[in-house]
């Protein structure tokens, strides 16, 4: 009889041991999973109130305006070029991104950390815009291009008060 409770206390001691390695394998696999996750490239673009719009001799339309960068890796990284687009008529027409004096190109950005960077968007127009168009609220497909190679495409309005509640 106690030769029975031995065997029997022996594998329920063995069944607890591997069920606590199970238990610590999978806490580890899952652990792994969401470190590699978080070293993946991970920029958050956020708008930093409205873009303000202007036209300038001739056809030229620029917005200028802020965003937050929030770099949500564990990893540093760096935005090393920017691509802008406007919505036209329908249509996506490609123009020229631009930093101001201060906010240079690239953007490094530490882990886990937000920064306000100020950008400039010029687009050539069609010769009939009138004014009122530019300062009316229009849509930017704003696409960075991190040092990995990673495109972070991300539409805003030009408005303000649609910008803060996108």
């Known amino acids: ?3 029975l409770i031995a065997d029997a206390s ?4 063995d069944a607890m041991k591997l069920l606590f390695s199970a238990g610590s394998l999978g806490v580890t ?6 470190r590699v996750n978080r070293e993946r490239v991970s920029v958050g673009v956020f708008p930093a109130g ?3 719009g202007r036209l300038e001799q001739g056809s030229l339309g620029v917005w200028t305006g802020k965003v937050y960068l929030a770099n949500r890796s564990i990893l ?3 935005v090393v070029a920017g691509e802008v687009e406007l919505l036209v008529r329908g249509r996506w027409q490609k123009g020229g991104f631009h930093t101001p004096e201060g906010s240079e190109l690239p953007w490094n950005l530490p882990p ?8 400039i968007a010029a687009f050539d127009l069609p010769a009939d815009t009138p004014t009122e168009w530019v300062y009316a609220n ?3 497909r704003i696409t960075l291009i991190t040092v990995e190679g990673a495109r972070l495409v991300n539409e805003l309005s ?9």
């Open 1 to 3: 009889m106690t030769g």
């Open 10 to 13: 022996l594998d329920w001691a």
């Open 29 to 34: 696999v899952y652990f792994w999973f969401v």
């Open 50 to 52: 409205g873009f303000e």
């Open 76 to 78: 540093p990284t760096a």
């Open 112 to 119: 886990s950390q937000a920064y306000a960077k100020s950008m």
């Open 138 to 140: 229009r849509k930017l």
């Open 158 to 166: 030009t408005h303000a008060e649609y910008a803060a509640a996108a």
